[in-house]
């Protein structure tokens, strides 16, 4: 190359560094943190705010950098929603249920025992009027509140002695956290709350007799299948959805491109959350059945359902009593239900009952 080229080059390079830097000097790059109630490695629960931070560096080209911090950095698993309420966390990834004795409200945005289906649930999230009711509990905590995230419908749990009637829960030592823990106090179940990380010992030694985690995917890393060899199927947890909790301030301080980038991550990484934890189920559940061929899938009997309702209905009667806004969400979540199960009846249910029966 002539001397005379090669200075047009660098002329070039120079020229275009001094307009891309002119063009980036305005810029802003806002750094964010965020705190989850689990620990990292606890996928899926912990995957939708890990994924949200890689694309939302890449959809922003660096200008908005969400640093995520597990439960064993911040030391409060239950303490996301103060966190955030604070602006020490610009955003959390939790479930909306642990709140609720802080705010009764907060109840309903997870999921419900006999409640709404995983496509029902987020249909009335999103086009019910469930985001409205949502973003109206938070705000006097000073945080929007996003769906983070579904595990789809929940196994019932553990049991190392089958349930056959009422009289066999009475006396019953269960570890089942929230509202269905109620429930269950109110049939005579004597519940517990153990922490994680020693629940199989305490299930080994007889300290519980049952006990309910989520579903194959996240069961079987616990091994609960190796001593209790009844799974009961799902009426408590339907649809667990996580939840995002978003700083209001600091989300009104971020440029118009950049809220949007975050809202779509959010609901991107959701939606790719329920995904996940179905594939890790679907698997799991193949090699349980094959490790261990004793474990006998149950259905709780009818009557045992039916005195599991009626405590839920009078539970659900007293918080109705209360007025308000609690009355409101528990309304539009009983109407929306009523609903859209008349559709899931004749589409999903008799499709799954007809396919079902082929196989026979
Ligand atoms: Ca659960």
Known sequence: MKMKTLGKVALAVAVASLLSSNAFAKEKVYKWKLAMTWPKQLTPLASPPQKLAKIVKEMSNGR?????????????????????KLGQYQMGHSGSYYWKGKDINTLFFTSMPFGMTKAEQTSWFYYGGGMELMQKAYKKHKV??????????????????????????KGL???????????????????????????????????????????PGMDIKMGFHKIAPYYYTGWHEP???MQYLVNIKAFKKLPKD???????????????????????????????????????????????????????????????????????????????????????????????????????
Not at 71 to 78: D, R, V
Not at 189 to 203: D, F, H, K, M, Q
Not at 323 to 346: C, P, V
Request: overall charge positive; cysteine-free; glycine content about 8%.
């Open 64 to 84: 908005l950098i969400i640093q995520v911090h597990g439960k064993n950095k911040h030391k409060a698993p239950l303490g996301i929603l103060d966190m955030v």
């Open 144 to 169: 929007y509140s996003y769906p983070g995230g579904n595990t789809g419908v929940q196994m019932g749990g553990w049991f190392k002695k089958e349930i056959k009637s009422v009289d066999d829960l």
């Open 173 to 215: 030592k269960m570890r089942i956290p929230g509202f269905a823990g109620e429930i269950m106090a109110k049939l005579g179940v004597s519940v517990t709350n153990i922490p994680a990380g020693e629940l199989y010992t305490a299930l080994e030694r007889g300290t519980i007799d049952a006990l309910e985690w989520v579903g």
């Open 239 to 241: 649809a667990s959805e």
């Open 258 to 360: 950049l809220q949007a980038i975050l809202v779509t991550a959010m609901k991107y990484t959701a939606y790719d959350m329920y995904n996940e934890n179905f594939d890790a189920s679907a698997n799991a559940w193949v090699k349980m059945k094959k490790e261990y061929p004793n474990i006998k899938v149950k259905e709780f009997p009818l009557p045992v359902l039916k005195e599991m309702k009626k405590a839920n209905d009078e539970l659900i009667a007293k918080l109705e009593s209360k007025g308000g806004l609690t009355k409101e969400i528990i309304e539009s979540q009983r109407n929306y239900m009523k609903k859209a199960r008349e559709w899931t009846k004749i589409s999903e249910y008799l499709y799954l009952k007809n396919m079902i029966a082929l196989e026979k």
